[in-house]
């Protein structure tokens, strides 16, 4: 006689087939399924949301230096102006202007 490996009662068989057709591997493939997307999103996602936030918020720092150059400029630029306009007006006698004597007078029309 050959030795049995293994010895499936039929009766067995059939009340656990339906479990493993049905709810139970239902609940298998739902784990499964879980597992893999914390890993997912633990492996992948997250670090990928970190080096975007870390990147876009360098471009905000670069900003704000270009910004603070240009206010600067612009800043130096204006008291330039400034600066220029009190010696005109100085020189104008309190901004009134002389005319020109070869210039056309406001009474003669073109």
């Given at each position: ?8 009662d ?15 591997s239902?609940v ?9 997307s914390?890993?997912?999103?633990t ?26 150059a ?41």
């Amino acid at each position: 006689m050959t030795p049995v490996l293994a010895q499936v009662d039929p009766a067995l068989v059939s009340s656990v087939s339906p479990l493993l057709a049905g709810p139970a591997s239902a609940v298998v493939v739902l784990v499964m399924v879980g597992a893999a997307s914390y890993r997912l999103l633990t492996t992948a996602l997250v670090p990928l949301a970190s080096r975007a936030v870390d990147r876009h918020l360098s471009q905000i720092d670069e900003l704000i230096k270009v910004q603070k150059a240009e206010s600067k400029a612009i800043t130096s630029t204006l008291a330039s102006i400034d600066k220029r306009l009190a010696r005109l007006e100085g020189l104008t006698d309190s901004g009134v202007l002389v005319g020109n004597p070869g210039a056309a007078s406001p009474d003669r029309s073109v």
